[in-house]
């Protein structure tokens, strides 16, 4: 078996504790050290993807590319080539500049409308002005759960970018934007396996805003994998990003996790699991996309819970170098 494919000791751990064991090694099966041979196409065909990666100082991040149909290739099933030209920047991105060869990369592809996922972590084998490639590693489809449907409608070349922003504690834009939203990217990492990506959906409010430097988040029924929580049991420190369907417009959160186990839950917002989930913020980062994105929302997922009915009603302003 390849380094990477497997359950890792977090991984086990959480899974023992929640009693999903059993469900987690037939649902496991699925993992494989290359990409299934049906989905090379699936990321081909990708106009956004989401990536992960750990900075110098440990930090995972997570961060939202886009670009047109051919800037994510897979020339065959251990390894996928990103045109870092072709997806535009102009340097705000917390992630890109830490990509280094040898270091550890994850993505997610995601189709909005058809609610299809599939995760692929690796290392990176090159990077340059063009580009970077990943070598896999292991790569594994997740079910449509909590997925809302999107369609991307169309995309084009920004003509004009707001300025990137930075703060410690969230200002009143990025808690509307937060309260608001229904689907969010999480970066977790494990020491020696490097970063991993993962989806989080829900109905419009399901992230509490408890105050301007902590989230609260349900953790649903899922997979029994349990990758990100896996990841944080043994290292806290995450990562999330958040796209303003909207602006297109990206909000990188940076800082520490705590997990809830057996939690009252009277008004039934974990789906019966009584997991929660905490993120203490110390960095957050916003900035534009090279691409303006034009979206239709469509219906969301039938299999959410109820909203936390305390979500983003937090009013606070916090501090930052702009919004």
């Known amino acids: ?27 496991g099966r699925v993992i494989r050290p290359s990409i299934p041979a049906g989905a090379v196409g699936f990321l081909e065909r990708q106009r956004l993807v989401v990536l992960a ?8 991040w997570a961060s939202i590319a886009a670009g047109p149909v051919g800037f994510v ?3 065959d099933e251990r390894r996928v080539e990103f045109s870092r030209a072709r997806a535009g920047g102009d340097g705000s991105d917390p992630l890109w500049s830490q990509v ?12 909005f409308d058809r609610r299809r996922r599939l995760r692929v972590n690796g290392v990176v084998s090159r990077v340059d002005s063009d580009g970077v490639d990943l070598e896999v590693r292991e790569a594994y489809p997740n079910c449509p759960k909590y997925i809302r449907r999107r369609h991307l409608r169309s995309m084009a070349p920004r003509a004009l970018r707001r300025q990137a922003a930075t703060g410690t504690a969230l200002g009143a834009e990025q808690v509307c934007l937060i309260g608001a939203a229904d689907t969010m990217f999480v970066a977790s990492a494990h020491p020696e396996r490097g970063a991993d990506v993962s989806h989080r959906g829900g109905s419009a409010g399901f992230i509490a805003v408890v105050d301007s430097r902590t989230l609260r988040l349900p953790d649903y029924p899922g997979n029994s994998m349990f990758n990100t929580f896996g990841n944080l049991r043994l290292n806290p420190a995450v990562g999330a990003a958040l796209l303003d369907f909207r602006s297109s417009r990206v909000l990188h959160l940076s800082g520490t996790a705590a997990l809830e186990f057996d939690q009252a839950d009277p008004d039934g917002v974990t789906g019966g699991t009584g997991r929660f989930w905490r993120i203490d913020i110390a960095e957050w980062r916003a900035w534009d996309l090279a691409w303006e994105l034009e979206w239709e929302t469509l219906e969301p997922s039938p299999l959410n819970p109820p909203a936390t009915r305390d979500a983003g009603r937090f009013t606070g302003v916090g501090g930052g170098s702009g919004s």
Do not use: C, F, T, W
């Open 73 to 75: 290739r897979a020339p």
């Open 53 to 60: 990666g750990v900075d110098e100082s440990g930090r995972p």
């Open 100 to 111: 280094s060869v040898g270091g550890h990369l994850a993505l997610l592809g995601i189709e």
């Open 1 to 27: 078996m390849d380094v990477g494919v497997g359950y890792h000791e977090g991984e086990i751990a959480v899974q023992e504790q929640v009693g999903e064991r059993a469900l987690a090694e037939m649902n």
